[in-house]
């Protein structure tokens, strides 16, 4: 169900925030609140990528896939960015799989007024061209990640990402879904949690995790999460 984005509607997503007045004025007639619920698919690798989304909560995540469909995830978007770098890019085709991992609402706009706004320059090119280099930058930390680093300290910098995402300290992730995301069996994924609970930093019941010390889970994890978390707010900030 599509509801239209009043004129003067503030927005939770970092991205449009940022804008002057004038230039987020001119994009609200063309805004629709959309509700994206969880395992949704926004887009497969290689389809056209027809809308933007500004997401103002949850977590949508892009999977690189393999032939026999083993997936790992390559970077993560939350209300600090946007889905639909391609189309600012002029590729306008998903190089990924962009499926919603924690349900949130987001407001979408048609690609070809996303583009007319870019087109004009200002603050808001400035800005889309600024994220799409985070989002590059987020893959290449998200391969060095995958080859260098234990699967215990991925899945701290991952547990990490998704609390400051989601504001909140517990949230439902099956053993299966952690596979998917991070790239590796189940039997791997469920010892590096039982190790993170062994140490006290988590509790993992049913699905549910809560983090018990943050600080020490920061220390358990891969300096992934500084790496990427810097290139963000320096985006916003500039």
């Not at 230039?23 to 619920?37: I, W």
């Not at 790992?72 to 590729?91: D, F, K, Q, Y």
């Not at 893959?139 to 995958?146: D, I, K, L, P």
Request: charge should be neutral; include cysteine; hydrophobic fraction near 45%.
């Amino acid at each position: 169900m599509l509801t239209p984005v009043p004129f003067h509607a503030s927005t939770e997503n970092r991205l449009l925030a940022a804008l002057p007045r004038g230039e987020y004025e001119r994009l609200v007639p063309h805004l629709e609140r959309v509700h994206l619920t969880q395992g949704r698919v926004i887009f497969e690798a290689g389809d056209r990528v027809r809308h933007a989304y500004f997401p103002s909560g949850g977590i949508i995540s892009m999977l690189s896939m393999t032939e026999e469909g083993e997936t790992i995830e390559v970077a993560m978007v939350s209300n600090e960015g946007m889905v639909g770098v391609p189309i600012v890019l002029r590729a306008g085709v998903a190089p990924y799989r962009t499926m919603v991992q924690i349900p949130g609402d987001a407001l979408r706009v048609k690609a070809e007024v996303l583009l007319k706004e870019f087109n004009q320059g200002g603050r808001f090119q400035d800005l889309l061209l600024r994220y799409a280099h985070a989002v590059l930058a987020h893959v290449a930390q998200s391969a060095v990640c995958g080859r260098f680093h234990t699967v215990e300290a991925r899945l701290g910098r991952w547990l990490l990402v998704t609390r400051d995402r989601i504001n909140s300290d517990s949230f439902h992730y099956t053993q299966e879904f952690l596979s998917h995301m991070l790239g590796t069996p189940r039997t791997v994924v469920s010892i590096a949690a039982c190790r993170l609970q062994d140490e006290g930093l988590i509790r993992y019941r049913r699905g549910r995790i809560t983090i018990l010390d943050r600080a020490g889970l920061e220390a358990a994890a891969c300096e992934c999460y500084r790496a990427v978390l810097r290139e963000i707010d320096h985006i916003i900030a500039a």
